[in-house]
């Protein structure tokens, strides 16, 4: 498995290449839901295959939602303690984009600290059928994480894990720029 990861304040921040579905040692994944959290395509509709059909009816109480919000439910069948469930921006629709995507992250990382995670897995939100592009959206996402890993109290973990390896490479140059900055 291929890693890359840089620790800010008490937190690491790490990138992997891999199945969000996969992270056993995350006590929360986030998925890249729909408004109306229910089984989509891509990432939502792998948590939701991973998870069972008690995921999406406990999540459909729980919406709509707009984007940059996040709701928290239970994981069910996934090997982790819940599921963050965020809406990412449509790119160019649903503007401001950037700061839309940033809340997806501050949001889930709020969520956690007020349930005392300590680990949370991302995928890249909003960068396949929303259409962001990777390249901007890996330095919104990690530079939003960055910004606020100071304040966690609880999550010691952040995990971004990409599908493919352009992504991988995306998101590695965006967290090492963290560090240049």
């Given at each position: 498995m291929?890693?890359?990861?840089?620790?800010?304040?008490?937190?690491?921040?790490?990138?992997?290449?891999?199945?969000?579905?996969?992270?056993?040692?995350?006590?929360?994944i986030?998925?890249?839901?729909?408004?109306f959290l229910?089984?989509?395509?891509?990432?939502?509709?792998?948590?939701?295959?991973?998870?069972?059909?008690?995921?999406?009816?406990?999540?459909?109480?729980?919406?709509?939602?707009?984007?940059?919000?996040?709701?928290?439910?239970?994981?069910?069948?996934?090997?982790?303690?819940?599921?963050?469930?965020?809406?990412?921006?449509?790119?160019?629709?649903?503007?401001?984009?950037?700061?839309?995507?940033?809340r997806?992250?501050?949001?889930?990382?709020?969520l956690?600290?007020?349930?005392?995670?300590?680990?949370?897995a991302?995928?890249?939100?909003?960068?396949?059928?929303?259409?962001?592009p990777?390249?901007?959206?890996?330095?919104?996402?990690?530079?939003?994480?960055?910004?606020?890993?100071?304040?966690?109290?609880?999550?010691?973990?952040?995990?971004?894990?990409?599908?493919?390896?352009?992504?991988?490479?995306?998101?590695?140059?965006?967290?090492?720029n963290?560090?240049?900055?």
């Open positions: 291929r890693k890359e990861q840089i620790l800010h304040g008490d937190a690491h921040l790490e990138v992997i290449q891999g199945d969000i579905v996969q992270q056993p040692d995350m006590d929360a986030a998925n890249a839901a729909n408004a229910r089984i989509g395509g891509g990432v939502a509709g792998a948590i939701h295959k991973a998870a069972g059909t008690e995921l999406e009816k406990e999540a459909i109480t729980k919406g709509p939602i707009k984007p940059g919000e996040a709701i928290i439910t239970k994981a069910y069948n996934l090997p982790n303690k819940h599921v963050i469930h965020v809406l990412g921006p449509v790119y160019d629709r649903d503007v401001p984009h950037d700061k839309l995507l940033a997806c992250y501050t949001n889930a990382l709020n956690c600290e007020e349930y005392k995670l300590k680990s949370i991302f995928p890249a939100i909003s960068t396949g059928v929303f259409g962001y990777v390249e901007e959206a890996s330095q919104v996402a990690l530079q939003a994480i960055y910004d606020k890993m100071p304040e966690l109290k609880s999550v010691k973990t952040i995990r971004m894990v990409v599908w493919t390896d352009r992504d991988y490479h995306e998101h590695v140059n965006a967290l090492l963290l560090e240049k900055s």
